[in-house]
């Protein structure tokens, strides 16, 4: 199972849902290879009930995921905390809903959740608990106490963040802190525009169905993560598409949404 656990099916957050859009993100998904991807869209975009009113009418939902023409599509959101990060939390639909509309109060900057308020909430439910972007220096988690990092699953090596610092010292940097903290490391491509797939993944040595499948293979390390030759030119192109895209938005585009990006 060849699997992405960061993954955007809307160009921004402020734009609306569009069907169109998520199809063709879905194609190139598995033209790039992919078997398997973490919807892990951020909590506070636009319309959330969008997306989630139209997977449920337009596709089978099967133990832990959705079936998207043969591609696995596993729920989840990525959540802002006060601490100025992003927590990626994925499961299965019922339950990353329930903890969304938890969360209908702590969707500005000036409501986030601490981290430890986020994971009082969540603990009871059996969610993938990942850790986004360690080292963005927009969004980063480095600064949290190692006792709190332990309570996620994985960190995120991220493809934005490798190709805005470099593969090599940011892998190096990202696995030395992993080892401190005692967390596995797992990858997200972060994408919004679908050039962007395939730039990082994780390659499974078997098929997993629901998140404590995902979980138990993580915690064994019972996978690989992989990078791309091309990450460089896949995440440079889809940012520049992504611009253009957002630009021609730009008329439709809600502006009371407001987040670090």
Do not use: W
Not at 8 to 28: A, G, N, Q
Not at 37 to 42: I, K, N, Q
Not at 66 to 88: A, C, R, S, T, W
């Amino acid at each position: 199972m060849r699997i992405d656990f960061h993954s955007h099916v809307k160009i921004s957050k402020k734009s609306l849902f569009m069907p169109d859009y998520f199809r063709e993100m879905m194609k190139e998904a598995k033209a790039s290879g992919l078997t398997a991807l973490a919807m892990t869209e951020h909590f506070n975009t636009f319309r959330m009930n969008d997306l989630f009113d139209f997977l449920e009418k337009n596709y089978t939902y099967e133990q832990g995921y959705y079936m998207i023409d043969g591609l696995k599509l596993f729920p989840g959101i990525e959540v802002d905390i006060q601490e100025n990060g992003h927590i990626i939390l994925i499961g299965n639909r019922q339950d990353v809903l329930e903890i969304r509309k938890s969360l209908e109060n702590h969707t500005t900057e000036t409501t986030f959740l601490p981290f430890d308020d986020l994971l009082n909430l969540v603990e009871d439910y059996q969610l993938l608990k990942i850790g986004a972007h360690p080292f963005r220096e927009s969004t980063p988690l480095h600064h949290l106490e190692i006792k709190q990092l332990q309570r996620l699953d994985a960190f995120d090596l991220n493809g934005k963040d490798l190709y805005a610092y470099g593969k090599e010292p940011y892998t190096s940097k990202l696995i030395n802190f992993a080892e401190v903290v005692g967390l596995p490391i797992v990858g997200g491509s972060d994408t919004h525009q679908y050039l962007q797939y395939g730039s990082v993944y994780n390659d499974f040595n078997e098929e997993c169905n629901t998140v404590n499948e995902l979980k138990a293979s993580i915690s064994t390390g019972n996978f690989n993560v992989q990078t791309s030759v091309f990450l460089d030119i896949k995440v440079k192109a889809a940012t520049l598409v992504k611009k253009l895209l957002k630009e021609k938005l730009t008329d439709m585009e809600p502006l009371s949404i407001q987040s670090r990006s």
